[in-house]
């Protein structure tokens, strides 16, 4: 089992800058592909970002290319997302999820590929 616990939300002007954190425990983290994904009112879940268990590959959505980056610290069992240059598109609640996947490359978009979230954050950006 691995529990994942997120924290960095908050209300923000556009513009501004966060950091999401999450910090997992329970089994090994080196060997989980890592995900941020997000959901706003009305909307499906989104994927924002994904890092390999390694750490040498990365992913992020179309909308957040750019502005966010997802980094790894594996003595610390935490993967964090740095958004920058944020607009009010991005308010929504932000999921930590992990997958257990031992190849050192992969990364996925998939949702149905993490069985295990966190309970999720609010990210809110007034115009």
């Known amino acids: 089992q691995v529990q994942l616990v997120e924290s960095g939300g908050g209300l923000v002007q556009a513009g501004g800058s966060l950091r999401l954190s999450c910090a997992a425990s329970g089994r090994a983290f080196s060997s989980y592909v890592m995900a941020w994904f997000r959901q706003a009112p009305g909307k499906e879940r989104e994927f924002v970002s994904g890092i390999s268990w390694s750490g040498e590959n990365t992913a992020y959505g179309d909308s957040v290319k750019g502005r966010f980056t997802i980094s790894r610290d594996s003595a610390k069992n935490t993967v964090y997302l740095q958004m920058n240059s944020l607009s009010p598109d991005d308010t929504a609640v932000y999921y930590c999820?992990?997958?257990?996947?031992?190849?050192?490359?992969?990364?996925?978009?998939?949702?149905?590929?993490?069985?295990?979230w966190g309970q999720g954050t609010q990210v809110t950006v007034s115009s």
């Open positions: 999820a992990a997958a257990f996947k031992p190849i050192p490359w992969y990364v996925t978009a998939r949702p149905d590929e993490y069985n295990y």
